[in-house]
């Protein structure tokens, strides 16, 4: 069966630019989260959606970070006028129900020039 | 913020010698996961041990869990050059259906 699909693997943007990170978790999966991970760094929590409901933005940096679950699959998150420090990788993971695993995706890492 | 801390932050072993690593965290949990990352790739679950047990195996896998110190272990046996990688524990808070909290992972090298 099909994991978790995040695309682009990889995004260069210059600063100022906004960029879209698509995430497709496995079917049927009720929640979604999203994660930013420094170079050397563990995954730090930065959003989380139960079906369309974004339940939890706290880890969200700045305002410049949007998220959104429209229809309860396939998550977009968008950085708006990207800045050096938003370069990281951006991971997203599911989970099928309220205290299992949660399985990620490969990523996409994000380099702002 | 990072809730957990593994150690040690590096490793390195010969193949056929096992390797040890230790989690530490900071508040109740419901669960503690363990989780390997090859360099430049996603995050591969590996175990999920709950509040209520001690001791888990998966293969050559060995997880403790001593929640009166807020700590876990994961042993690797019979080490191969291909568990090289990075390790990071996650923890599941108890106050409810909240994200993974990760520590800043333990980067192990196996040498051949």
């Known amino acids: 069966g099909a994991g978790v699909s995040q695309s682009p693997r990889y995004k260069v943007a210059k600063r100022g630019q906004d960029v879209a990170l698509r995430c497709d978790p496995i079917?049927?999966?009720?929640?979604l989260f999203w994660y930013q991970q420094a170079l050397g760094q563990g995954p730090e929590f930065l959003t989380y959606?139960?079906?369309?409901?974004?339940?939890?933005k706290s880890g969200l940096p700045s305002d410049r970070f949007f998220a959104e679950r429209p229809e309860g699959s396939v998550s977009t998150l968008k950085i708006q006028r990207t800045q050096q420090e938003d370069s990281a990788v951006y991971l997203c993971?599911?989970?099928?129900?309220?205290?299992?695993?949660?399985?990620f995706g490969p990523g996409t890492r994000l380099t702002v020039l | 913020s990072q809730q957990g801390e593994e150690d040690p932050q590096a490793l390195s072993i010969q193949e056929g010698e096992n390797a040890t690593m230790n989690c530490s965290y900071k508040?109740?949990?419901?669960?503690l996961q363990w989780y390997r990352q090859n360099s430049g790739r996603g995050l591969v679950h590996l175990i999920l041990?709950?509040?209520?047990?001690r001791e888990k195996h998966s293969g050559r896998l060995r997880v403790t869990l001593d929640t009166s110190k807020k700590s876990s272990s994961l042993l690797i046996t019979a080490s191969r050059a291909a568990d090289t990688a990075s390790y990071f524990c996650?923890?599941?808070?108890?106050?409810?259906?909240?994200?993974?909290?990760f520590g800043k992972g333990t980067r192990l090298s196996v040498i051949a």
């Open positions: 993971a599911s989970r099928q129900g309220g205290y299992n695993e949660q399985f």
């Open positions: 079917s049927g999966h009720v929640s």
């Open positions: 959606f139960q079906n369309e409901a974004q339940l939890d």
């Open positions: 508040t109740s949990i419901n669960n």
């Open positions: 041990i709950r509040s209520n047990e």
């Open positions: 996650a923890t599941d808070e108890r106050s409810g259906n909240t994200p993974l909290v």
